[in-house]
């Protein structure tokens, strides 16, 4: 029969759902009652609100949506923002994605942006939405030589020489600007190393919080002009664009979170140097 | 033919990407894009192929009748069932029942897979990051800083109006100087293995990608 | 989103969710139901999108040459044939060649010489970014030292090496703490849903939990019984 476990060795050895239901009313507390707690908007994200900002109305932007269903909570938000802040300015919009999952999104964003229907947006005239493309690197170097070989149709099945819009656009440089909304490989990375620093075009991005700190080189040396990671970005960036939505609602919910993901790590320290003072270290 | 014709495969292929990048000659650029279309093509197969190597797989679980069985006829029947619906069926558009099957299967499945993960690294806080060294240390102290800089709470109680620019003004040098040269090392160190490996490839020195090096 | 879908969605969220209780019957199920519609959907999309437009329609329009990327294709499926399986290595020698040789540029372009670059900053004047760039400059030098592995990193080596990985564990802290943000914006996001219609994810909530404590149960007395 094993001894009886001190309250110290029950708190360190606790089952794990204990651990799961806190969080989790960690998560649903805040989503429930609204805490409003000032949200400030670091440099990546200002500068690349700037960015597009500075675009001259009525140009034309090419945007590569690379996430699935399981990037959505980061980087919809984003996607959203991003769709209001450039029909404003009336820039054209081309549209394509290397992430199979990608298309249903953007359709779903386009919709909820009211791109056709409160803005008065044209398809295949103000906007092309070209769908998905295998073969992720290949097909970045491919778009290079051409935007209509590599996608010789649209979504809908029109053929690309016949869309006005593609009219005189058919390389990364004939655009104003490369926006990525990149959930991991292909994504950010694989467009700076093929694409950016090797045909100059201006970029910006949105990254999954994952993958910030890996892109944060590639901000400093200028290869993006701006970077929104994660739902924190996301948030700052529709503080921006003046369009509030999931992602500064979400942010109670991970300031409440991430307190207690750090109240676990001390505590957890906490325990282990009282074991190790009580010569149960392990 | 077994063995010359893969690596000359890889060469020229190989060979001719790089090439793109000085040549801007026009019959050159035409070769490559024609290349660059089959590479796409040839990687779209390889989910055809993978999806035969599952059939294969979970068929033979069926044909056992083993206790798994059940859920390799789920993996089997819905895999063939939105694929022949996506193929033979409009596969997009609202009304749609691929897309359908999207939005009400797919979607919530693939988001709460990984939603799964922030239960684990919060079990995984608690009971493993402990400071057991100066490494372990600083890793921990650079985790708590950017956590609190990252979120608005921790804004609210050392503003970026503070000395240092509070949380949020830490985290951001945190970032923008200790975590850049940490990163920018890791991207050239991996660079050059990544630059040495292709060259390896395209030269034939590494065949591991065609069976060994036999 | 309609009723149905509703009704589904959540009850797969749940399935999924109850992983968190302990592996269970109704997790298997939907995570082979996962496997199997996002296999079927990617192979839908693969040839919807790239196979019909680039190969079958290009062919049909007169691309004869694109009939090249079919032979290819074709050739993979020859690992299923023992005597000729050897021929499945062709499509795949071509294919890691691109990819091999695009990487060579991308890698060289993209992270090497412009990251260098970029490292060539003003450590002389302006005050604290001057200390900064010191610390930057001192942390890439540092770091990259500590991936030197032709020499034992012993002696001025060693410290030098070991300053690189003070910077190199603070770099992993901040990916740390960004993650911890990525994950939580996934439960953030799953649990928004939950959230849509309380009395259906109340109401399934407790058949999941009927479900695994009968289970359970079960479990339990097949266990004592053997």
């Known amino acids: 029969m094993t001894a009886r476990r001190s309250w110290r060795e029950r708190l360190e050895f606790i089952d794990r759902r204990w651990l799961f239901l806190i969080l989790a009313f960690a998560i649903v507390l805040p989503l429930v009652v609204d805490l409003p707690l000032p949200l400030y908007v670091s440099p990546m994200v200002q500068d690349l609100y700037d960015a597009i900002e500075d675009l001259p109305d009525g140009s034309t932007v090419l945007i590569s949506a690379d996430y699935d269903p399981s990037g959505k909570p980061e980087l919809e938000p984003f996607h959203l923002a991003l769709i209001h802040q450039l029909a404003e300015k009336k820039v054209k919009m081309v549209m394509y994605s290397l992430w199979p999952a990608a298309t249903p999104i953007t359709e779903a964003v386009l919709a909820e942006a009211g791109l056709t229907t409160d803005y008065g947006y044209r398809k295949d005239v103000d906007y092309v939405l070209l769908g998905y493309k295998e073969g992720q690197q290949i097909a970045m170097r491919s778009i290079q030589k051409s935007l209509k070989g590599t996608f010789p149709v649209d979504r809908d099945g029109t053929p690309s020489n016949e869309i006005p819009l593609l009219q005189h656009y058919d390389t990364y440089t004939d655009f104003a600007m490369l926006i990525n909304v990149s959930a991991g490989s292909p994504g950010v990375k694989e467009y700076v190393q093929n694409v950016q620093s090797i045909t100059g075009v201006p970029m910006v991005a949105a990254c999954t919080a994952v993958s910030g700190p890996d892109y944060v080189p590639y901000y400093k040396a200028g290869q993006l002009l701006g970077l929104a990671a994660g739902m924190k970005g996301a948030a700052e960036y529709e503080k921006l664009v003046g369009r509030p939505g999931l992602a500064m609602a979400g942010m109670s919910a991970q300031s409440a979170s991430h307190i207690l993901l750090i109240a676990f790590i001390v505590f957890g320290n906490v325990m282990y140097f009282l074991a190790r003072r009580s010569g149960g270290a392990r | ?214 | 989103m309609d009723a149905l879908q509703l009704w589904i969605s959540t009850a797969l969220t749940l399935c999924i969710l109850s992983f968190l209780w302990k592996d269970n019957p109704l997790y298997k199920l939907a995570e082979h139901l996962f496997v199997g519609i996002s296999a079927g959907y990617y192979i839908a999309l693969a040839w919807q999108e790239t196979i019909r437009p680039n190969l079958v329609e290009e062919v049909a329009r007169g691309n004869w040459i694109r009939l090249g990327a079919a032979i290819l294709g074709v050739l993979m499926f020859t690992r299923f044939v023992p005597k000729i399986s050897w021929l499945s290595r062709w499509p795949l020698a071509f294919v890691v060649g691109m990819y091999a040789g695009i990487n060579v540029i991308a890698f060289a372009s993209g992270d090497l010489i412009l990251q260098l670059q970029s490292t060539m900053v003003d450590v002389v004047h302006d005050g604290w970014t001057a200390v900064s760039n010191v610390i930057l400059v001192i942390g890439l030098a540092t770091s990259l030292i500590y991936f030197y592995f032709s020499k034992e990193q012993k002696g001025a080596l060693g410290v030098v090496s070991r300053i690189g990985i003070f910077f190199l564990m603070i770099s992993f802290g901040a990916s740390f703490g960004y993650t911890v943000m990525s994950r939580m914006s996934l439960a953030i996001g799953r649990t928004r849903e939950l959230m849509v219609s309380p009395a259906t994810t109340g109401i399934l909530l407790l058949a999941v939990a009927v479900f695994l404590f009968v289970w359970g149960r079960r479990q339990r007395s097949t266990g004592e019984g053997a």
């Open chain 2, 1 to 214: 033919m077994k063995r010359a014709v893969p690596w000359l495969l890889t060469f020229v292929a190989g060979a001719l990407m790089i090439n793109d990048f000085f040549v801007p000659h026009r019959t050159h650029a035409a070769i490559t894009q024609e290349l660059q279309q089959w590479g796409l093509i040839v990687v779209a197969f390889t989910y055809v192929l993978g999806m035969a190597n599952v059939f294969d797989l979970h068929f033979k679980k069926i044909r056992r009748g083993s206790s798994e069985a059940l859920y390799s006829i789920v993996l089997v029947g819905s895999m063939l069932g939105m694929a022949a619906l996506g193929i033979f069926h409009d596969h997009q558009g609202e009304h749609s029942p691929f897309i359908w099957l999207y939005n009400t299967v797919y979607d919530p499945l693939s988001a709460t897979m990984f939603a799964l993960l922030a239960f684990f690294i919060t079990s995984a806080a608690y009971r493993a990051f402990r400071a057991r060294s100066t490494e372990a240390v600083l890793l921990l102290s650079a985790a708590i800083l950017v956590m609190l800089g990252q979120v608005p709470v921790g804004a609210a109680i050392w503003g970026p109006d503070s000395f240092l620019g509070g949380f949020p003004g830490l985290k951001d040098w945190i970032m923008d100087v200790p975590n850049l040269a940490g990163k920018r090392a890791i991207l050239m160190g991996a660079a050059l293995g990544a630059i040495s490996t292709g060259i390896r490839v395209i030269l034939g020195l590494e065949r591991a990608h065609l069976g060994g090096g036999k």
